[in-house]
């Protein structure tokens, strides 16, 4: 009698049959990989950032305040209010120290939304957590074409500030 291994389902067939690696399971979670990481307002100002500052610093975009600063309080509950009021909140761009990737200066890309009441209350609380920190931010108006020139004086000024306090 010539039989095969599909003849042959028995006892042990089944008790193995559920320690088998099942398939990988199609993916249920509602995530999607974003079309664009930067807008096209973002993207065009970041190619002009890497121009301008080169290997002088690392360039971090769509940065969490929640990572760049801490909050220091005794008490719980003081502690997680603010917590939560940074974390909720990023800057476009944060220029970093290459060595130690030690914040240096904050950029936010102001275009037409930050007109509004509420984005410019968002903006007026970011402002001051930065100048609370003494982490310098500059505010640059998203335009279609920069200056480079421009850019480049707008940031070693608002450095050299910083250096200067």
């Not at 993916?27 to 807008?39: V, W």
């Not at 610093?57 to 990572?67: C, E, N, P, W, Y």
Request: with cysteine; hydrophobic share 35%; charged share 20%.
């Amino acid at each position: 009698m010539n039989t095969t291994s599909k003849d042959n389902s028995g006892c042990l067939t089944a008790i193995f049959s559920i320690f088998k690696p099942q398939s990988k399971k199609q993916n249920t979670l509602p995530y999607k990989i974003r079309d664009n990481f930067l807008s096209p307002a973002e993207l065009s100002f970041y190619k002009v950032l890497c121009t301008i500052i080169q290997d002088k610093a690392k360039i971090q975009s769509k940065v969490r305040l929640g990572d760049i600063f801490k909050v220091v309080h005794s008490d719980r509950s003081i502690w997680q209010s603010y917590t939560n009021q940074i974390n909720q909140k990023h800057i476009d761009f944060l220029l970093c120290e290459t060595m130690t990737m030690k914040p240096v200066l904050g950029i936010e890309l102001d275009d037409s939304s930050h007109n509004t009441p509420n984005r410019q209350a968002r903006d007026n609380f970011i402002d001051e957590v930065f100048q609370s920190t003494k982490l310098p931010l500059v505010h640059i108006v998203a335009r279609q074409t920069y200056n480079t020139q421009e850019i480049s004086r707008q940031i070693k000024q608002v450095i050299n500030k910083q250096q200067q306090a």
